[in-house]
T-cell receptor, first 111, second 112 residues
Framework: DVKVTQSSRYLVKRTGEKVFLECVQD?????MFWYRQDPGLGLRLIYF???????EKGDIPEGYSVSREKKERFSLILESASTNQTSMYLC??????????FGEGSWLTVV | RKEVEQDPGPFNVPEGATVAFNCTYS??????FFWYRQDCRKEPKLLMS???SGNEDGRFTAQLNRASQYISLLIRDSKLSDSATYLC?????????????FGGGTRLMVKP
């Protein structure tokens, strides 16, 4: 089975803190994604990556950055957390054009 | 117009009922199609891929209509455990090419 692991499930951070969300997949997938999901807004793509060291902006990249130093790992970084970044963050991976698999999600609260 | 559009519902149906959801997409060049299921406060999980010839998995049937640019999901003999949000996913729905676009989801509530 495909496994996408988000190591931090529940976080509470203060405004202005730097936040790292880590994601690891074990299926040698080229594509990795970070989404956030908010009530009434559905899934919104923050960043994605097609390969190591490659990154592309999604629909809502402002306030976020990403890092992909190894194929299996894709990190989402909030340089200075703000309360409007309180959300559920979902990491996902896939082969190109194929089924996408999600991690269990990271619930971030910024106070 | 949204690239992938779904009726948000909720669809409230009794156990045993048959229910169908549609999902429309705007890009006629879209390549592949999927239905995902998402339970409350959980991640989306693949329910089934949608093939041109249609496909069936137990009580679930998915169909693709390329001419009218929609996909459908039919659930027969609804169970309480089918209560969830169903997400339509289209590959190539946007001009970004080989990218997945998610619909907003349709919420299903099956009542005893």
């Amino acid at each position: 089975d495909v496994k996408v692991t988000q190591s931090s499930r529940y976080l509470v951070k203060r405004t202005g803190e730097k936040v790292f969300l880590e994601c690891v997949q074990d299926m040698d997938h080229e594509n990795m994604f970070w989404y956030r999901q908010d009530p009434g807004l559905g899934l919104r793509l923050i960043y994605f990556s097609y390969d190591v060291k490659m990154k592309e902006k999604g629909d809502i990249p402002e306030g976020y950055s990403v890092s992909r130093e190894k194929k299996e790992r894709f990190s989402l970084i909030l340089e200075s957390a703000s309360t409007n970044q309180t959300s559920m963050y979902l990491c996902a991976s896939s082969l190109p054009g194929n089924t996408i698999y999600f991690g269990e999600g990271s619930w971030l609260t910024v106070v | 117009r949204k690239e992938v559009e779904q009726d948000p519902g909720p669809f409230n149906v009794p156990e045993g009922a048959t229910v169908a959801f549609n999902c429309t997409y705007s890009n006629s060049a879209s390549q592949s199609f999927f239905w995902y299921r998402q339970d409350c406060r959980k991640e989306p999980k693949l329910l089934m891929s949608v093939y041109s010839s249609g496909n069936e998995d137990g009580r679930f049937t998915a169909q693709l209509n390329r001419a009218s640019q929609y996909i459908s999901l039919l659930i027969r003999d609804s169970k309480l455990s089918d209560s969830a949000t169903y997400l339509c996913v289209v590959n190539g729905a946007s001009n970004a090419g080989n990218m997945l676009t998610f619909g907003g989801g349709t919420r299903l509530m099956v009542k005893p």
